[in-house]
């Protein structure tokens, strides 16, 4: 429990959901476009998920157990928000 082990970037999505309710996200204050995706990623050599959201640019793809990999943001910020999103990758 004392060591760090490397993980992802890669991974697979262990549950998501479609939401198709625009609201105005906390975080940003910006209204959140929809649909939008949201899920648990499990990273290649990870126990645990994360939760972060899924580009719906084909809903089709998006299932459990699908592969994934993050989209980085231009500007990082060593922030959760330097992931953008996760997109579907077959």
């Known amino acids: 429990m004392n060591d760090w082990v490397e993980v992802g970037p890669k991974g697979i999505v262990g549950t998501f959901t479609i939401l198709r309710f625009a609201f105005i996200d906390p975080e940003t204050g910006a209204q959140k476009p929809v649909p939008y995706g949201y899920g648990f990623i499990k990273f290649d050599g990870a126990d645990t998920l ?24 231009k500007d990082r910020k060593a922030a959760i928000r330097d992931i953008e999103y996760f997109k579907v990758i077959d």
């Open 50 to 73: 994360f939760q972060h959201y899924i580009s719906v640019e084909d809903e089709k793809k998006i299932k459990v157990g699908a592969r994934v990999e993050p989209v980085f943001s």
